[in-house]
């Protein structure tokens, strides 16, 4: 009996050390999990983050750009020169009302020499910019330098905010005045708002000048007596960008929150802005995942040390046979453990991997129908003189028959003012079919496929190039075209694609004697070839592997930037067709389409 409470007494003195053990070994854990699942963490906000300076340079670089290709329409350079012309204003006002809806901006303006607004693109506002002094501002005085400006401009008092973009009109080598453009701040905010985590830009001052949430908005980083705005209700962040390691602050995110949490904050750099990117990811997940590491960790070594006594127990009796089970267990529990921890890893890798692939893919998507789009706009940017004289020669016809028919009838000649009337009418008529062609062209198609209709498709694309084509003396020679002939595309971006051809053609046999531009359309089978030939230089055979790469173009600087053929060669695979690109029998280049016959036309074909 005494045996039995000694040996009672010794299993309890050991299980009380194994369990003390247990619970200085957690404590250990606990940090070192704590610390894992942070370096985790902050991984992940490191990917976040790079993409949201990504997102930020894009919405930069957009707005950055605009004002430079503004300064080049002559009617800036017109209206500044003849500032008292009203009718001149209107139309630059126009411009730029126009310019300003299509891209997106807050606002664009154009500044006199004298520092004062001759046009905006809010000139019907009763609260309107023109005629204000803008002289002593940043962005202005920049732009006078002949260089490009830029001004984030807050109020700390309204809290109204605006980014402007500058850039100088050149007449000859002067500077004629300054073209501005305004960034939508409410844009790329919105963006951050859609994050998960707190997202905000600071600037070198250490002020926050966008941010997702309103409440991060005109407020310091660090708190200052003499500061205009007040500090952020997040604790502990720095200006500068964080050396090494991860950095966790105190605070709450949102005002309204009563209790305060951790941070885990990271910062970027935005380095042509001097701004800093910052970011706020709670980090009370990794200390929860640190626990539950920690309590299953416990519960297994207090299990095995248990176990342990348990077996070292009944060892005395069997002790032979327990050893050689004892190994075969702790080597099966090993093997199990590691397969485990193997399989759950590559479970977590492969969910990662399909995560990354479908976000890449659905991004390559949204930058090619974007890449799509702007390529139109580029073009309808290049037609815009062409444009302009193909609606206001109309118009003035239209003014002088209107006039005539008036005249005739106070003179009782009214068959004389019926025909001019009727020419006012297929006038305006003409207009109407232009204007149509342009808003089909502008608008973002849709994504589908279906029967479309080739030649109401090259009836659009040639109509849209009229001027175009008649200012370069070429009358294109179709050849093939039945009226009932269909592809299987989408309309607006397949005359997105033959107007890009259609405008490299006519770019290739610019300055000749004798231009010649040739289309021919075949039925081969289940598909249709649309060939488009010049008798221009044609494509040298050493650069015929690169014609459709993004940015590569053989055109002189400042005549394209090499996305045109890229942009049609992903439109084609997207339709399930393909480009190609030969040598004409004109002597230049030859771009062949292939395409799907249309569903119905191919059923009538068999």
């Not at 962005?139 to 807050?154: P, S």
């Not at 905010?189 to 002020?207: C, H, I, K, N, W």
């Not at 488009?532 to 650069?543: L, Q, S, T």
Request: hydrophobic share 45%; proline share 4%.
């Amino acid at each position: 009996m005494r045996t039995r409470l000694t040996r009672l007494k010794g299993w309890k003195t050991r299980a009380a050390l194994v369990l003390g053990a247990t619970a200085l070994v957690m404590l250990a854990l606990f940090s070192v999990a704590h610390d894992h699942y942070l370096d985790e963490l902050g991984a992940e906000a490191d990917g976040a983050i790079e993409l949201q300076r990504e997102n930020l340079a894009g919405w930069l670089g957009r707005f950055r750009a605009l004002p430079s290709v503004y300064a080049r329409h002559p009617e800036l350079v017109r209206v500044l020169d003849a500032p008292g012309d009203a009718r001149l204003r209107e139309r630059v006002n126009l411009l730029l009302e126009s310019w300003t809806y299509s891209t997106g901006a807050g606002e664009s303006y154009l500044i006199g020499p004298d520092g004062r607004v001759v046009a905006a693109s809010d000139w019907l506002d009763p609260e309107t910019i023109v005629g204000r002094d803008m002289g002593r501002q940043p962005h202005f005085v920049q732009g006078m330098q002949g260089r490009l400006g830029r001004w984030f401009e807050f109020d700390p008092l309204t809290g109204a905010r605006g980014y402007h973009f500058s850039f100088p009109v050149w007449r000859g080598r002067a500077v004629a005045g300054v073209v501005v453009v305004t960034a939508d701040i409410a844009g790329i905010e919105e963006e951050m708002r859609l994050s998960p985590d707190e997202v905000f830009v600071a600037d070198a001052r250490g002020t926050v000048v966008l941010s997702g949430h309103p409440d991060l908005r005109l407020t310091r980083i660090e708190a200052a007596e003499d500061a205009p705005v007040p500090a952020t209700p997040v604790a502990g962040l720095h200006a500068t960008v964080p050396g090494g390691g991860y950095e966790i602050v105190r605070g709450r995110a949102d005002r309204s929150d009563r209790a305060e949490q951790d941070f885990l904050h990271v910062a970027r750099p935005v380095n042509t802005e001097g701004w800093t990117l910052h970011m706020l990811v709670p980090s009370a997940p990794a200390r929860a995942q640190a626990l539950v590491a920690v309590f299953v960790g416990g519960l297994l070594l207090a299990v095995v040390g248990l176990t342990g006594l348990l077996i070292a127990a009944r060892r005395r009796m069997l002790l032979d046979r327990l050893r050689a089970r004892e190994r075969e267990g702790k080597l099966l529990e090993k093997k199990v453990l590691l397969r485990t921890a193997d399989l759950r890893a590559a479970n977590t890798r492969l969910a990662r991997e399909v995560r990354d692939r479908t976000a890449a893919e659905e991004e390559l998507r949204r930058t090619q129908d974007d890449l799509v789009q702007a390529g139109k706009l580029a073009v309808l940017g290049q037609m815009s003189t062409a444009l302009s004289h193909e609606f206001n020669q109309p118009l003035t016809a239209i003014r002088s028959y209107a006039e005539n028919a008036a005249a005739f009838i106070e003179q009782g000649r009214e068959d004389r003012a019926r025909e001019n009337l009727s020419r006012v009418m297929r006038l305006t008529a003409r207009m109407a079919q232009l204007s149509r062609r342009l808003s089909n062209f502008a608008r973002k198609p849709a994504e589908g496929l279906e029967d479309t209709s080739l030649a109401a498709v090259f009836e659009e694309a040639l109509g849209l190039m009229d001027a175009r084509l008649a200012r370069a003396g070429v009358k294109p020679r179709i050849r093939g075209l039945a009226p009932g002939m269909t592809v299987r595309a989408g309309a607006i971006r397949l005359q997105h694609v033959l107007m890009n051809l259609i405008g490299n053609a006519l770019d290739a046999v610019e300055g000749k004697d004798a231009p010649m531009v040739e289309i021919e359309i075949v039925e081969a089978g289940a598909e249709i070839v649309i060939s488009v030939c010049d008798n221009g230089p044609g494509v040298a055979p050493e650069v015929v592997g690169q014609v459709f790469d993004p940015f590569f173009t053989t055109k002189e600087p400042g005549r394209g930037v090499g996305l045109g053929l890229s942009i049609s060669y992903n439109i084609m695979r997207d339709f399930g067709g393909r480009i190609d690109v030969g040598r004409a029998e004109l002597g230049g280049a030859r771009f062949t389409l292939t395409l799907a016959r249309g569903a119905t036309a191919l059923a009538a074909a068999e």
